[in-house]
């Protein structure tokens, strides 16, 4: 059984800076893409990041290039997204996520073709 857990969330100024980690057990972390997605309050879950199997091809929303960054540590079994420059408007609880298959392509920006998530870390970015 895939179990991911999310930590590194808390409250921060605008401006500031998080680090966010999931850690993956359960089966061969290394052989999946993985991604990052975020759900505010009364919104729908959106894509933040993805990152392809081995870390060599990353994928982000048009809302947090340049600010965010994706990486993965395959020895460790563990992901991360560092955040910087964060606004208010970041302010979601954010989940790690996997799929049961490999999946490229457009595929990697829905939810819909995740299968496994953590149970998410709050970001609460204040102004």
């Known amino acids: 059984q895939v179990q991911l857990v999310e930590s590194g969330g808390g409250l921060v100024q605008a401006g500031g800076s998080l680090r966010l980690s999931c850690s993956a057990s359960?089966?061969?972390?290394?052989?999946?893409?993985m991604g990052w997605f975020r759900q505010a309050p009364g919104k729908e879950r959106e894509f933040v990041a993805a990152i392809s199997w081995g870390g060599g091809t990353t994928y982000y929303a048009d809302s947090v290039k340049g600010r965010f960054t994706i990486s993965r540590d395959n020895a460790k079994n563990t992901l991360y997204l560092e955040m910087n420059s964060l606004k208010p408007e970041d302010t979601a609880v954010y989940y790690c996520?996997?799929?049961?298959?490999?999946?490229?392509?457009?595929?990697?920006?829905?939810?819909?073709?995740?299968?496994?998530w953590g149970q998410g870390t709050q970001v609460t970015v204040s102004s």
């Open positions: 359960g089966r061969p972390f290394s052989s999946y893409n």
């Open positions: 996520a996997t799929s049961r298959r490999t999946i490229y392509g457009s595929a990697l920006y829905s939810h819909m073709e995740y299968d496994y």
